[in-house]
């Protein structure tokens, strides 16, 4: 990634940082808030390089860790393991549709939320977390997909992101 693009990754991740924990939890029930760093993750999955996007995975879980309150590291490490998932599969794939993107963006929200609920069980005691996240569930996987669906209509979707 070249400077530029570095710049301009860096300024996008902390506006969508400060969308994401200031003005959605105030203006959209916590159901329906999209997860823009996963959306960002994902897109950087389809389009970046192994070099690149695994360390900027780590960080938008880190991120999304440090503004949610919940365990730090715990979305690190889900943000991690479905990039490198994606990592795998996107290269046997066409990577500029943008159904591809927007059913990548449905299927990792799953997982995420897999892999999140089953680190909380095996690692907290907390009897009414399964109800809880599973209530959330399609919401949250209609908005991302939303949302997903609305980035593939920004020009420059269609275009790669440069390695170097």
């Known amino acids: 990634m070249n400077r530029r693009a570095a710049i301009l ?46 360390p900027l995975a780590w960080f938008l879980g880190l991120c999304k860790d440090v503004c949610s309150g919940l365990f730090l590291g715990l979305n690190a490490c889900t943000f991690l393991i479905s990039y490198l998932i994606i990592k795998n599969v996107s290269d046997r794939l066409y990577a500029d549709s943008a159904i591809l993107f927007v059913m990548t963006v449905c299927g990792i929200s799953l997982v995420v939320f897999t892999l999140n609920l089953l680190l909380i069980v095996m690692f907290t005691a907390s009897p009414g977390i399964t109800y809880s996240m599973l209530a959330d569930l399609v919401p949250h996987l209609l908005v991302n997909a939303f949302i997903a669906s609305l980035v593939t209509v920004f020009p420059g979707f269609d275009t790669h992101v440069q390695a170097s």
Do not use: K
């Open 9 to 54: 990754l860096t300024v996008f991740v902390l506006l969508t940082m400060g969308v994401q924990a200031s003005l959605l939890p105030v203006f959209i029930l916590p159901s329906f808030r999209p997860d823009l760093l996963l959306v960002i993750m994902v897109f950087i999955a389809l389009r970046g390089t192994l070099a690149t996007g695994a």
